[in-house]
């Protein structure tokens, strides 16, 4: 036997999707502005060979 499933999306559910976009976005930004000089220098060293 089939059933029906309704699916009901709050409309808060938007806000906080947009909300998890957001921070991950600056989480990423904050990371690589803190380990900034290890990114460059892992880089510099590889493609120096």
Known sequence: MLQKIFLYIDPGTGSLIFQIIIA????GIVT????????????TS???K
């Open 24 to 27: 991950s976005v600056i989480g």
């Open 32 to 43: 690589i502005k803190m380990f900034w000089q290890k990114i460059k220098y892992f880089f």
């Open 46 to 48: 590889i493609f120096k």
